[in-house]
């Protein structure tokens, strides 16, 4: 399993661990949130003082990776 600390920083460009929601390091609000991990988090908003993004939440993952159902 994964497990990611909750000071863990990731900053633009990187892929994100887990699936989740993120927030700017900077704690001005900033969201950005993916159903899938190894999704590149963007760049920062302008304005943003931050310089990373941090897991807020983690969103349980679904198991076995989906196949296309539906
Ligand atoms: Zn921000």
């Not at 899938?36 to 198991?63: F, I, M, N, T």
């Amino acid at each position: 399993m994964t497990t990611i600390g909750e000071n863990a920083m990731f900053t633009p460009g990187q892929k994100a661990p887990v699936s989740g929601f993120y927030t700017c390091d900077s704690g001005c609000g900033h969201r950005f949130s993916t159903n899938v991990a190894g999704h590149v988090l963007p760049p920062l908003p302008e304005g943003c003082a931050g310089r990373g993004w941090r897991l807020a939440e983690q969103r349980p993952s679904s198991g076995d990776e989906a196949a296309g159902r539906g």
